[in-house]
C-alpha cells in the first residue's frame, strides 16, 4: 500500500485538552437540557444520553492518563 499524501489542510486541533472536550460535550448536554425542558422531544433525550456516554468515556481517558502519570512521577522518586 502507499502512504496516504500529507494533507493540504493543516488545521490545529480543536482542543489541547481532554478537560476541555468534557467541558464543551458537557455545555451541550446542558443546551440540549434545556430544550427539551421546552420542547419535550424525545430525540433531546436521546441525544442528550449520548453526551453523558461520551463525557464517562473522556472521563475515563482523563483518569486512565492522570494515574499513568501518577505512576511515572513515583517511580522518579
Request: net charge neutral.
Amino acid at each position: 500500500t502507499t502512504p496516504l499524501p500529507p494533507s493540504s489542510s493543516q488545521k490545529s486541533p480543536k482542543y489541547k485538552h481532554i478537560e476541555d472536550i468534557i467541558e464543551d460535550v458537557w455545555d451541550r448536554s446542558m443546551e440540549l437540557e434545556q430544550k427539551y425542558y421546552s420542547t419535550g422531544s424525545p430525540k433531546l433525550v436521546q441525544t442528550f444520553a449520548m453526551n453523558i456516554v461520551i463525557i464517562q468515556f473522556w472521563e475515563s481517558v482523563h483518569m486512565r492518563i492522570l494515574e499513568e502519570q501518577s505512576r511515572c512521577h513515583d517511580k522518579k522518586r
